[in-house]
């Protein structure tokens, strides 16, 4: 089966970087968008940004011009670069990707297992 395998999460301090990678496995026929969210304790699951096939990317306004999202279509990989980590980005990071194990499959959302990211002093 298709995992997302997700890594790089940490603690580092506010104004600190990070940078995670994300990994799908399994029987993969193609990969359509794929992105990354965040969930803090209590809190929705919310956007933070997705790249399409054709890179174009949508951020959420409280990431923009700190993290950056990137993508090789030869590779079913993701990295998403966090620069200037606020105490507010604490949260569980999740992968996510539309991926289609076959030709004549389907296309599926699938999501990683999240990683920690915690900002503190």
């Known amino acids: 089966q298709v995992q997302l395998v997700e890594s790089g999460g ?3 301090q506010p104004g600190g970087s990070l940078r995670l990678s994300c990994a ?3 029987s993969i026929f193609s990969v359509g968008a794929m992105g990354w969210y965040r969930q803090a304790p ?3 699951r919310e956007l933070v940004v997705t790249i399409a096939n054709d890179y174009s990317t949508n951020y959420a306004d409280s990431v ?3 993290f950056t999202i990137s993508r090789d279509n030869a590779k079913p990989v993701v990295h998403l670069q966090m620069d200037s ?5 604490t949260a569980v990071y999740y992968c996510h990707s539309y991926i289609r194990t076959g030709r004549l499959s389907a296309i599926a ?3 990683g297992q999240g990683t920690q990211v915690t900002v503190a002093s």
Do not use: I, N, T
Request: net charge positive; hydrophobic share 30%.
């Open 10 to 12: 940490g603690l580092v």
């Open 85 to 89: 980590l606020k105490f507010e980005d």
């Open 64 to 66: 923009k011009g700190r």
């Open 109 to 111: 959302e699938y999501w």
């Open 24 to 26: 799908a496995s399994g």
């Open 42 to 44: 209590g809190k929705q």
